[in-house]
């Protein structure tokens, strides 16, 4: 059963609020094959003490685990943020051919914002995008979290 | 102690040849600090069946893992190849000063090649490139693998 991009983007910011509860910036990445959630993953860099902590590092490291092959293909990403160059760049290696997601990162977003990796001619794929998928409810939890981060900091 | 780049560069070309040996594209990795060799990669993206398999993205993975930190902060990593877009963008995410590469990679370089993501001004973190170290013996490696690899195709 396919089900529309508001429903697998409404699972990735699922794992956002799974992250929100750890304090960690709250992102999450859905990966889906044939209609099915075949990678998932939030935002873990400081619980994991890891820079490849990212909602879609660790996606994309299940989905490649679950096809048994470094090209995630057939597949679209869902992520609530703009995807940052490592992400992006791990999207392009992994020849992910559709990437849905939220929010825009005006600061280190790839995907359009900063640069566009997923759609460079010089690069050997191409990645189809579709921005602004529930982009309210994955804008407002950042702005909830680091609201929350600067009140925290101050007392 | 300190070495010079041409040492650690000869220990990342090492292990480039492991990668040669299990028929992978030949790229090594290692990261230092302190003069020390705190992180370790070779690219294994067939054998893991895996795109994050890249040298650069095992090398981070074991140094964050012994630094117990997110932030590679006052290291310098050395790899055989230009970083392609995934790795630049995890050297970025990973705060890592200064990165050392042997051969340009014109395709899919991302440290000066087809851009520069090591060092733009719009992402909050910029890296000192130093090129050109061992280059032939880096450059050739490849070359020598991707002539197999055709001979292989073609047999």
Chains 1, 2 share one sequence.
């Not at 890891?50 to 992520?79: Q, S």
């Not at 309210?136 to 950042?142: D, H, L, P, R, T």
Request: charge should be negative; aromatic fraction near 8%; charged fraction near 25%.
């Amino acid at each position: 059963m396919e089900f529309n991009d508001e429903y697998y983007m409404n699972e990735a910011l699922k794992l956002a609020k799974e992250a929100y509860d750890i304090d960690e910036v709250p992102i999450g990445a859905v990966i889906v094959h044939n209609g099915e959630i075949i990678g998932r993953g939030y935002n873990k860099r400081n619980s994991l003490a890891n820079p490849l902590g990212h909602a879609e590092i660790i996606a994309i490291n299940e989905a490649a685990g679950y096809l048994k092959d470094w090209r995630i293909e057939e597949c679209t990403m869902y992520v609530t943020v703009e995807p940052c160059p490592m992400c992006s760049g791990a999207i392009v290696q992994a020849r992910i051919p559709r990437v849905v997601f939220g929010a825009k990162n005006k600061k280190a977003g790839c995907a359009g914002s900063v640069i566009n990796l997923l759609q460079m001619d010089a690069l050997n794929h191409q990645v189809e995008i579709t921005e602004g998928v529930l982009q309210e409810e994955c804008s407002s939890i950042m702005t909830e979290f680091f609201k929350r981060f600067r009140k925290k900091a101050a007392e």
